[in-house]
């Protein structure tokens, strides 16, 4: 699984899951914190789709965190005030990097949380569709 598809998954899945694989790492290992949980704002890149030209739509608030296990470093980031989850998620990517043996067994937990959010938007969007409206347009000479 790559890191992109890792993230997504504990960002948006359950979030006993991130706490639970980072818990397991912690109680293993030593974690140092290179940077503590702390806030910052990342500038919003958007495509507009008429012209195709990129313009920043405005800032949102992160919490980003940065820890190091057994000499690899791993990076935190999650959308609003979150602190907890960005130190879980370092914890978790330094994890990743250090190539531990815990996170061999945590490939399987997390396809299965990717597909239960895979069915849950799966669910959202067939919901969203029944609401759709069917404009035809008449010809009329």
Known sequence: MKRKQRTEVLINGSPQLAAALANE???????????????GLVMVKVRETAQKSLFYLGEVLVTECKVQIEGAVGIGIVKGDEPEKAYDLAVIDAAYAARLEETEAWTALLLSEGERLAAKRQDDH????????????????
């Open 126 to 141: 067939t919901s969203v569709l029944r609401t759709k409206v069917d404009f035809e347009t008449m010809d009329i000479d």
């Open 25 to 39: 790492i912690k109680g293993r290992y030593s974690v140092a914190v290179m940077e503590e949980p702390n806030h």
